[in-house]
């Protein structure tokens, strides 16, 4: 079975929502549409206040190179917009509108039908991505259509799709992959069509035995298409990983995928490409995993973009009395709120709520030099002694260190048994490096 | 007899030989280095505390001795008195600043600024400001984890443990701006002084609307220019709903911390009230 060379841990599953048929949620009384939501530049919004809007309308523009578009997720009135607390506790713009009904932009085709046949154009078809403000989906919301035009002088061989969901807890990608499997292997094609390759690799870890197996059914009608069973490993979700996984090929520090020739794209994404280019959909909807312990129902919904978190919860039965923390995404990567009001936004995969017992962080005992964090580390780099020169401010050395490379997948705190926390420093100095080399050009 | 004086004319030789060269080595490589730079380096306080802008108090020496005037050179710990010192032994004129002292710009203690969620992570102010915005509903008050305290090279800067604030020790603090770099949040001003150590300041730091500060921090600025029209001295302005007082212009008439509604200005060192000293008499008349 393949799998990444380098580090790897592999944390309980917990897969509690697992084959839980995804159910829409109900729509909310207001929807607080962040201006801020993919990698890049925060959009510039086109309507103001007091304008009407139905579900689909452009709500705010592109305001750069790396910048999506954003549409409104649904139907009623702008009554503001103003600074709203993001996930963090920082305020940051957002589009408030008043739910009034559920009235779909005409250009959007509702119906179920499978549409097969690609008519569209490649420029069409990435003109149509970024149109739809379709971002990544798996959590680093980088727009796809950028993904999809590599630089000059490269050239992709292989597009890779992500349905591995690595990610303890979360199983929004897998059921996505049970319900709508047609809908992301049209996706697929036309994903294939946009970047120009004629082979598709989806990889997908092997405790979703029923996901490949229906999927591997589903492709064996399209040609260039296959499905790569993996072996359980975190964070085998990450790009580069990935890439390392399924056609074992180890990408430069520094560079992108497509150095090797690969593109890789979400499962998520695949099927909101889909919806796209076949159906005019922009993207105003996902599936998120509403999980924890202590959840009465945990579940996947299909909720609309700007949902406050704490409708979610209380679809799903509500918030258990022993919670702690609550976790926008999955347990590793995932950032705790500082609120259950704050909005759902492109990038919510899931929402985690951790019970007292489990959320406390464990003593800080000194590092003993067991090298466990650089055995775990995916990307080969040292934890520790990252950790050691952030906490420094050696910002020349933490650089020389490569730690820009991290991945911030959490592995290295994960294993550390002196409960050391690696990666708050290590998210610092990747900041503060970032920061030094922004400026050095 | 002849093994002797061969070996004392050959070791002597060599010596004679060695000497010349050395000597004109030594010309050749001479490093002329100023007297001067060690003379300001001993009158320096030898803290090495960065505060100057050097590296330590050697290179503020090396700088001051090259310099063509002592303009933009001053070390703060030192204060005018060393700057003095310096500038006799360069025979330069010295420049006098105003002394300066570091003020703590937030007020949002466990009381004043109720907290809406736990911060569970690295104890470093840097690390969970760039996680988040901090356990209050005040995204730009102190986060308490006590970075400046790290900082502070002359024990002069300590958290309080009740407020979760840093407080200053103004008999140590120096004015180094140790504090200052230190603090991810803009917190910590060098500000005047001033005549006794008396001075008048905002203390708070938040940029949000007047309803969004105040729900969050009972002492926050509101913004709401009260102190911006009693100030005759054209010393407060307001921007982001933040008011901020120009230590340079503040005549200390202390007018504006009276009319403050959420006494988010602070007056250091002043002597007490006269309103309250002909108030307190006449309740006591009352009360006999």
């Known amino acids: 079975m393949k799998t990444f060379k380098i580090g790897g841990i592999h944390p309980p599953e917990n897969k509690l929502s697992a084959n839980k048929t995804i159910q829409v949620a109900p729509l909310p009384t207001q929807?607080?549409?962040?201006?801020?939501?993919?990698?890049?530049?925060?959009?510039?919004?086109?309507?103001?206040?007091?304008?009407?809007?139905?579900?689909?309308?452009?709500?705010?523009?592109?305001?750069?190179?790396?910048?999506?578009?954003?549409?409104?997720?649904?139907?009623?009135?702008?009554?503001?917009?103003?600074?709203?607390?993001?996930?963090?506790?920082?305020?940051?713009?957002?589009?408030?509108?008043?739910?009034?009904?559920?009235?779909?932009?005409?250009?959007?085709?509702?119906?179920?039908?499978?549409?097969?046949?690609?008519?569209?154009?490649?420029?069409?078809?990435?003109?149509?991505?970024?149109?739809?403000?379709?971002?990544?989906?798996?959590?680093?919301?980088?727009?796809?259509?950028?993904?999809?035009?590599?630089?000059?002088?490269?050239?992709?061989?292989?597009?890779?799709?992500?349905?591995?969901?690595?990610?303890?807890?979360?199983?929004?990608?897998?059921?996505?992959?049970?319900?709508?499997?047609?809908?992301?292997?049209?996706?697929?094609?036309?994903?294939?069509?946009?970047?120009?390759?004629?082979?598709?690799?989806?990889?997908?870890?092997?405790?979703?035995?029923d996901a490949i197996a229906h999927l591997r059914k589903i492709v064996a009608q399209y040609s260039g298409i296959e499905v790569c069973p993996l072996k359980v490993q975190y964070p085998q979700g990450g790009e580069k990983q990935l890439i390392d996984a399924i056609i074992n090929r180890q990408v430069p520090s520094g560079t992108l995928p497509v150095e090797v020739g690969a593109v890789v794209q979400n499962i998520g994404t695949a099927f909101a490409v889909y919806?796209?280019?076949?159906?005019?959909?922009?993207?105003?909807?996902?599936?998120?995993?509403?999980?924890?312990?202590?959840?009465?129902?945990?579940?996947?919904?299909?909720?609309?973009?700007?949902?406050?978190?704490?409708?979610?919860?209380?679809?799903?039965?509500?918030?258990?009395?022993?919670?702690?923390?609550?976790?926008?995404?999955?347990?590793?990567?995932?950032?705790?709120?500082?609120?259950?009001?704050?909005?759902?936004?492109?990038?919510?995969?899931?929402?985690?709520?951790?019970?007292?017992?489990?959320?406390?962080?464990?003593?800080?005992?000194?590092?003993?030099?067991?090298?466990?964090?650089?055995?775990?580390?995916a990307m080969g780099i040292e934890p520790f002694l990252l950790m050691a020169t952030s906490e420094r401010a050696m910002w020349e050395e933490a650089e020389s260190a490569h730690i820009m490379d991290c991945i911030e997948c959490g592995s290295c705190m994960f294993v550390c048994p002196s409960n050391r926390p690696l990666l708050d420093y290590i998210r610092l100095g990747k900041a503060k490096v970032g920061a030094i080399i922004r400026s050095r050009k | 007899m002849n093994v002797i004086l061969i070996t004392v004319l050959m070791l002597g030789l060599l010596g004679a030989v060695a000497a010349v060269i050395l000597y004109f080595v030594a010309q050749k490589f001479k490093v002329f280095e100023d007297p001067r730079i060690d003379e300001v380096q001993e009158v320096l306080p030898a803290a090495n505390c960065g505060g100057c802008g050097f590296a330590g108090c050697r290179a503020f020496a090396e700088a001051c001795v090259k310099a063509d005037t002592l303009d933009g050179l001053f070390c703060p710990v030192g204060g005018n008195e060393v700057m003095a010192q310096v500038a006799a032994a360069i025979g330069q004129e010295a420049v006098v600043a105003d002394p300066k002292i570091a003020v703590v710009r937030c007020n949002g203690s466990c009381e004043n600024r109720p907290h809406t969620n736990m911060y569970n992570g690295a104890s470093s102010c840097a690390v969970a400001a760039a996680l988040y915005g901090g356990e209050t509903a005040c995204s730009y008050g102190c986060l308490g984890l006590g970075d400046c305290e790290v900082a502070c090279e002359f024990d002069a800067l300590h958290m309080n443990p009740i407020t979760g604030l840093p407080e200053i020790d103004e008999e140590k603090c120096t004015s180094c701006g140790a504090c200052v770099k230190a603090c991810p949040k803009l917190i910590i001003e060098l500000r005047k002084k001033g005549p006794k150590s008396r001075r008048i300041f905002v203390s708070c730091v938040n940029k949000d609307k007047g309803a969004v500060a105040k729900k969050a921090c009972d002492v926050a600025c509101i913004g709401c220019g009260k102190c911006e029209k009693v100030c005759e001295f054209n010393a407060i302005t307001i921007e982001n709903n933040l008011a901020y007082i120009d230590p340079v212009k503040c005549r200390l008439c202390r007018k504006c911390v009276e009319v403050c509604p959420t006494g988010a200005i602070h007056e250091l060192n002043f002597p007490p009230r006269k309103e309250k000293e002909t108030i307190a008499p006449v309740n006591q008349e009352k009360a006999e």
């Open chain 1, 31 to 209: 929807a607080i549409v962040m201006l801020g939501q993919c990698l890049g530049a925060p959009s510039t919004p086109v309507v103001e206040k007091g304008s009407e809007v139905k579900v689909g309308t452009l709500l705010a523009k592109s305001s750069g190179f790396v910048s999506a578009n954003l549409h409104a997720p649904v139907s009623g009135k702008v009554v503001k917009i103003d600074e709203f607390i993001d996930a963090s506790g920082y305020k940051k713009s957002a589009v408030v509108i008043d739910v009034e009904g559920d009235v779909w932009e005409d250009a959007i085709d509702r119906s179920t039908t499978l549409i097969k046949e690609i008519k569209a154009s490649k420029e069409e078809i990435i003109k149509k991505i970024a149109d739809a403000g379709i971002v990544g989906l798996g959590g680093a919301t980088f727009p796809t259509h950028i993904k999809l035009t590599p630089p000059p002088g490269k050239t992709a061989e292989v597009l890779i799709i992500n349905g591995v969901e690595c990610e303890p807890y979360l199983t929004s990608d897998h059921q996505l992959m049970m319900e709508k499997g047609e809908e992301i292997v049209v996706g697929i094609t036309i994903l294939m069509k946009a970047i120009g390759v004629n082979r598709a690799i989806i990889g997908i870890e092997n405790n979703k035995p």
């Open chain 1, 275 to 377: 919806e796209a280019v076949q159906k005019n959909k922009p993207l105003f909807e996902r599936i998120i995993t509403i999980t924890g312990k202590s959840v009465k129902t945990p579940c996947n919904l299909l909720a609309r973009i700007g949902t406050p978190f704490s409708q979610l919860i209380d679809f799903c039965g509500g918030l258990p009395n022993d919670t702690a923390k609550i976790v926008g995404g999955g347990p590793m990567m995932g950032k705790a709120l500082v609120s259950v009001d704050v909005p759902m936004t492109k990038g919510s995969s899931g929402l985690l709520m951790i019970p007292e017992a489990e959320a406390q962080r464990q003593t800080i005992r000194n590092c003993i030099r067991c090298g466990k964090c650089v055995s775990a580390c």
